[in-house]
């Protein structure tokens, strides 16, 4: 983690060198701004970047790249945040959300992670993925669609204990919850998930892994609601192939809670599950 932040940082002075230099040996030109930056391998820039590098004052900026804003050559995420998009995505109207979150994020101030079916889907079950780009932040951020990217942001205050991982990109690093978060985040949020059957296939999809998994799912359960774990156990133990399930099983029992419900949103219907301290009070029908 320390080294991603030391090269971050040579990164970002490197980035400033090349724009001031650039600034000193002649300002680019607004209709080439795109194919510079890009060919210098930057993939987003501010806009107080983007005023030294076209040599005008900062409050010129937008008025500057309006053309190409227009002609889907460059795209503004955030105010004041800028991506240029390659050829290769201009039918899409930008890149792919996942080309400058981490980015985006970190010029907002945002902590933050990819999660519920984008983070699935990352992790290999992209079968049941969603179109929309799930993203949960320590602060509220409103929603929007850049390009053909639909990003839905959701306040947690879990963001900064929830265990992640940096998945590299071509254009850096994201942060992504773990398979264990990811599990548990799915069957906790179950709306989040489009419902619980879909949660279920994700469930299933993510345990076929050879990874080792259930020890993580048990150090990150107190991070969510007792009927995550359970839910989840249930699944894992009546459609997957997973082994181990006991130290989870006693969790699940030490609770305070007495009873939870596979589906939050039905009555109680006295099936109970005593190994899960779990209503059974929806029948799910996975299709993987």
Known sequence: MVLHYVIKYVTLLYMDAMIRDR?????????DVVSWLLSNGITTATTNELSVLLGVPENQVRQRLA????????????RGFWVPVPYEYRQWG????????????????????????????????????????????????????IGRSDFRFFQRGNVGALPILRHQTKTGAVNVSTRA???LSIVSDLKLASGLDNAANIVIELSDTEESFVGEVAACAGLFPISALRR???ILENYTHTQDLGQLAVIS?????VLSKLSMYKAYSNRIDEVWSLDINERIEPDV
């Open 23 to 31: 600034s000193i040996n002649g300002a680019v030109r607004a209709t």
């Open 67 to 78: 053309p190409l804003l227009k002609r889907g050559e460059m795209v503004s995420p955030a």
């Open 253 to 257: 029992r030490d609770s305070d809670v």
């Open 94 to 145: 930008a890149p792919e959300a996942i080309y400058y979150i981490d980015k985006m994020m970190r010029y907002l101030h945002v902590d933050y992670y990819v999660g519920w079916m984008t983070a699935a889907a990352i992790h290999g079950a992209g079968h049941h993925a969603s179109h929309v780009f799930q993203v949960a932040t320590s602060r509220f951020v409103a929603d929007r669609k």
């Open 232 to 234: 989840l156990g249930w």
């Open 181 to 183: 978060a990811t599990m």
